[in-house]
């Protein structure tokens, strides 16, 4: 239990700073918590497939010191394409970064979390919705993000605001000189009529080892509409629990596609809160996996109220050694009646080595409801790879071409030209064997 | 389809509709209490406890060994008292239940005759008359009535072809050597808790072994029934099928009405050789509970079998009706190549009735295959859920599986839940599941009304057609019980 008495050192010093008092409550709740789950276990249901004990055995460094050795030239490296015509908001080892970060659009407001927390404006909000990812997530890897929250940040788009741009969002580890453990949090207000586009990355500086634990929590009022793309291709050393907390507050419209292309141990949690009637949420997802990496992907669709829609599509390509998980929960409330929640999970083994575990799992409480889900394990094709062979064209050209063919059903999804041929090229990439 | 098998849905049709309208009234058809004198231990679970039973069935040494060291074994799980599935229960206590109770009987019967009249009266009760069952259907019967075998049919006849089917008591005696080579093979005593506590204290159950090239003649049945107050039922059966052989066992329950639960910890093991074929069919309508949920049988029973030779197959088929509680994961072992493993499942929960069971089917082998159905059919206030395993070792070269899990919910105070693990480890595996969940439709049930057929028959009509696909895998003399359970189990959960 070193580990713990290490982070309640880190967590009494935060608690001493002064001008930081209103998150305290919730902070010493998420410590007791995380002193009471501690990390999870595969003996944790939830965290069955995915073992992140041995990570917490390794020395990490964790700063709460803001100041910090990036510079510009460093993060230029790893921008994003259409970065010139995009906000950009830039975590370094999990602290938010004004210094760094770029705010264009107008509407767009973005106050560190301490502060919005004791401003009349937003107050309320973060008091209804911080933390709020707990109620799901019963572990102690989110309780820790919780616990030790600083450098976190506050986004809101102003009522009735296309924001125009999109928002990119760089979560930088600066392993140059040690291992670096990071905690980024965000509290993302989509407010009424506005629609957002967010981009997220994710990358490692250095060779040393990495552990970025995030949470981000969004919430999306009435008619207001989210597109959130999650891109994720950061170096076989750097593992990730990487948590997005989505509550549709109001009827709106959620768009998510999540890819990941590379990493040591990653986790996603994507949680999708249907609270209001007539919600629409779309989840999609890549995971192209190679080297020892492992992924896993937990989804979580609840439908709290009536006459939701929900479609989910995830796919995987595992090779080398790489292991794949896939978990998607549809929960479907009593009073949720009319819902209609689908959900898929289709899987692709290249090589000996590699596994997939996967588990598409339905809970419903009500009877008026369309629900389904299906998952399926196998390989490419003989026949379509036989008959591309028979047409003069290579095994491997016919094998990457029939890979591509599986991978732009998600990737057709994102909507952001810039981004979606980026990660079209980084596929195409890896296609090359 | 032949014409016979229109006949017999025509006539099983008929049969189901009568049966409702016969049962409107009745609450639970087969709640009665039979006064037999039982010989009881004393209440409480102890190493005394478990050398009584060893001793009333005049068990050897080396069988008792067994089972003080399982005994051993369950008291250091104490905490391993599975918690993962999604039932909700108050803690059982284990010293409150009398873990043996055999109906006092004098000499063993050499025919129908000699058995206590109140008995057979019970086995009438239950329309399962062994006399008449012997004469018309052909089926062999080793009735159980709690925990002790009564009589044992066309036992002559089975013997001339060398099968062995006899109670496990019998044949701990009788057979010790087979016994001893296969029994706990493929469920250890160390497998979980309750298949350490069964070890312990089994009472009775069924041995059945099918030698090399032999092709069972007949089907082979047991009824158990939970008879005594305050009695927990273990039963422990094995199935041994040599290389080449084929055999088919039922098992039905039925158990009286009861306001204490009742635990019911059984252990079944299923062996099959190269190229041999074991079909085991289970009907389980035990007392579920009243309309409040007080009462009913809690069941938690380990079921599992081994493809051990080449091409061999092994089938499970159950109907779970009854019970308060449902903790059951008949499954597969496929070790032998080119093996076949087989899932079929009706789950019914109404009223408070839970259900957690589903299947687990090990691809070891190569070449080797599974599928699963699973129908579940919730009602009332009740749970129903399927969890399920499929998993593809590393070496199970072309491994397939087909799952399909469908649940309809009557009523919207019910809750219907799936959840499948599948795990492959191999990239020539081909692995399907597919899930959906819906309700009737209202169009289907006007369609019947308009038809004359009023709305509690339409949807005993439809549940029927939605676990068709099952009914189907059971045998004739099965199928038509199990469809009147259907069609009771259901009772009153419509308007």
New interface residues.
């Given amino acids: 239990m070193s580990f713990v008495e290490n982070y309640k050192e880190h967590f009494e010093q935060l608690l001493s700073v002064k001008d930081k008092k209103e998150l305290s409550g919730i902070r010493e709740n998420a410590f007791n918590a995380f002193a009471e789950f501690g990390i999870p276990t595969s003996k944790h249901e939830e965290w069955k497939y995915t073992r992140i004990g041995a990570l917490f055995n390794r020395p990490y460094r964790f700063l709460l010191d803001p100041s910090h050795a990036v510079t510009v030239a460093d993060i230029d490296a790893f921008r994003l394409p259409g970065h010139q015509e995009a906000n950009e908001l830039i975590f370094v080892n999990g602290i938010f970064s004004s210094a760094l970060s770029k705010i264009i659009s107008k509407g767009l407001a973005v106050v560190p979390l301490e502060e919005a927390a004791a401003d009349s404006r937003y107050k309320q909000l973060v008091a209804a919705h911080f933390g709020n990812s707990g109620h799901y997530l019963k572990d102690g890897i989110n309780a820790l993000n919780t616990a030790l929250v600083n450098g976190a940040v506050f986004v809101q788009l102003t009522k009735g605001m296309a924001v125009g741009l999109p928002v990119y969002i760089y979560n930088i580890n600066d392993a140059r000189k040690e291992n670096i453990f990071s905690q980024p949090r965000s509290l993302i207000h989509v407010t009424e009529n506005a629609q957002l586009q967010i981009v997220e990355t994710y990358f490692t500086l250095g060779v040393e080892e990495s552990f970025t634990n995030q949470v981000m929590e969004i919430v999306v009022e009435e008619n207001a509409l989210l597109e959130y793309y999650k891109i994720q291709n950061d170096a076989g050393n750097a593992n990730q629990v990487s948590t997005t907390h989505i509550r549709q507050a109001g009827r709106s419209y959620v768009h998510t596609v999540t890819v990941s292309l590379n990493g040591g141990i990653v986790r996603n949690n994507l949680n999708m809160i249907l609270e209001a009637e007539r919600c629409e949420s779309h989840l999609y997802g890549l995971y192209f996996q190679k080297g020892k990496s492992h992924i896993d992907n937990h989804t979580v669709v609840d439908n709290v109220k009536p006459n939701c829609f929900s479609n989910e599509l995830y796919k995987g390509v595992m090779n080398d050694e790489s292991t794949g998980v896939f978990n998607g929960k549809i929960f479907v409330r009593q009073q949720a009646q009319k819902t209609n929640a689908f959900q898929s999970n289709k899987n692709i083994l290249l090589s000996d080595d590699a596994s997939v575990n996967t588990k598409p799992q339905l809970e419903i409480f009500a009877d008026d409801v369309k629900c389904s889900h299906g998952c399926t394990v196998g390989q490419l094709d003989e026949e379509a790879l036989f008959y591309l062979q028979s047409r003069g064209i290579g095994q491997k050209m016919a094998r990457s071409l029939l890979i591509q063919a599986f991978a732009s059903d998600i990737l057709e999804h994102v909507k952001l030209a810039a981004i979606r041929k980026h990660v079209e090229h980084l596929v195409a990439e890896r296609l090359e064997f | 389809m032949s014409k016979d098998n229109y006949d017999h849905v025509e006539t099983s049709m008929n049969e189901e509709l009568s049966a409702i309208e016969k049962t409107v009234l009745s609450d639970y058809k087969y709640g009665f209490v039979s006064n037999i004198e039982a010989d009881e231990a004393p209440k409480g679970l102890s190493e005394d406890t478990i050398r009584f039973i060893s001793a009333k069935k005049h068990e050897p040494e080396w069988m008792l060994e067994w089972r003080l060291k399982a005994y051993r074994q369950w008291l250091r799980m104490e905490k391993d008292e599975p918690r ?1 599935a999604n039932l909700k229960y108050t803690a059982i206590n284990y010293q409150d239940i009398i873990y043996y109770s055999a109906p006092k009987q004098k000499s063993k019967p050499k025919s129908l005759d000699e058995v206590d009249p109140e008995l057979r009266l019970t086995f009438e009760k239950l329309g399962i008359s062994l006399s008449e069952q012997k004469r018309l259907t052909g089926v062999a019967v080793d009735a159980v009535i709690d925990s002790v075998s009564i009589a044992t049919s066309f036992k002559e006849q089975l013997s001339e072809l060398g099968i062995i089917f006899c109670s496990m008591s019998e044949a701990i005696r009788e057979h010790p050597e087979l016994v001893k080579k296969y029994l706990s093979t493929v469920v250890p005593p160390t497998d979980n808790y309750f298949a350490a506590l069964n070890s312990a204290v089994f009472s009775d159950g069924s041995f059945c072994f099918v030698p090399k090239g032999v092709r069972c003649p007949m089907e082979l049945s047991t009824y158990f029934r939970i008879n005594a107050e305050n009695t927990g039922q273990f039963e422990r059966t094995l199935i041994i099928a040599e290389a080449g052989s084929y055999v088919s066992y039922l098992e039905g329950c039925t158990a009286p009405m009861r306001d204490e639960n009742q635990l019911h910890a059984a252990v079944v093991e299923l062996i099959a050789m190269d190229n041999a074929e074991i079909k085991y069919s289970t009907v389980q309508n035990w007392y579920p509970g009243d309309k409040n949920g007080n009462g009913g049988i809690y069941n938690f029973v380990t079921k599992r079998g081994i493809c051990q030779g080449l091409r061999s197959k092994i089938s499970w088929t159950q109907v779970e009706t009854g019970s308060a509680i449902t903790w059951k994961y008949p499954s597969v072992i496929l070790k032998g190549d080119h093996s076949v493993g087989e899932f079929y499942s009706v789950a019914v929960t109404n009223n408070h009735q839970q259900a957690d069971t589903g299947t687990k089917m090990q691809h070891i082998g190569k070449n080797t295959k599974s599928r699963i159905v699973s129908k579940g059919i919730s009602a009332g206030y009740s749970n129903n859920s399927y969890r399920g395993l499929v998993h ?1 070792g ?1 070496k199970a070269e072309n491994a397939r599986n087909f799952s399909q899990c469908d ?1 309809l ?31 009737i439709g209202e169009d289907q049930i006007f369609y019947c009304n308009q038809r004359g057929i009023d709305t509690e028959t339409a949807v005993a009509l439809i549940v029927n057609g939605f676990a068709k696909e099952v009914m189907n895998q059971l045998p004739m003399e099965f199928a038509v019980e199990a469809q009147k359970l259907l069609a009771i189990s259901l009772e009153g959960s419509v308007g």
Avoid: Q
């Fill in positions: 993962w593809v590393r649940s919910l009557l009523g919207d105070k019910c809750g219907a839940h799936t959840f499948p693990y599948i795990e492959v480890k191999n990239k020539s595996a081909v692995v399907e599941h597919e899930a959906t969940t819906s309700k």
